[in-house]
């Protein structure tokens, strides 16, 4: 549903260490990104619970993150949901009564989750991938 690509003055720097991070330890930045990944997922998942009431919960269970790949010498990841309503939920859709006559009963609006979160996930994006980089680098 949504890429989280982060454009910003500082991510340049941030590119050139992730690129001698990638020469010298491959594995170690494929990580970097999963763990990211799994920040950016942590907050879209606090940006459903606040704002969609959901009686069963297969709707939070259904964000995911997914692999990280490579695209040119960019590493990148994505958070989604694998339910097969939830383009309903972040978009809106139409309520439609039952089948003799289909009578349009209304609109619901959509929470735009993913959008929100985004915001969110750009603001934040610098302090993540530090917090990662360094726990990388306590290691060494």
């Known amino acids: ?14 590119r050139r260490d992730l690129d001698n991070l990638v ?11 999963m763990r990211s990944g799994n920040h950016a997922r942590k ?4 940006k459903a619970k606040q704002s969609v009431v959901e009686d069963t919960g297969n ?15 960019e590493y990148k990841v994505r958070t989604y949901s694998r339910s097969p309503h939830a383009h309903l939920l972040e978009y809106g859709h139409r309520m439609v009564g039952p089948e003799p006559d289909k009578k349009e009963l209304g609109y619901v609006l959509g929470f735009n989750i993913f959008d929100k979160a985004g915001k969110e996930i750009n603001q934040d994006w610098n302090k993540i991938l530090d917090d990662e980089l360094y726990k990388i680098l306590k290691k060494l």
């Open 59 to 73: 709707y939070f269970k259904s964000i995911k993150r997914g692999k990280v790949w490579v695209k040119g010498k």
């Open 23 to 33: 020469k010298h330890f491959p594995k170690e930045a494929r990580r970097l990104m």
């Open 43 to 46: 907050i879209v998942l606090r």
């Open 1 to 14: 549903m949504a890429d989280f690509d982060v454009d910003d003055k500082d991510i340049e720097a941030f």
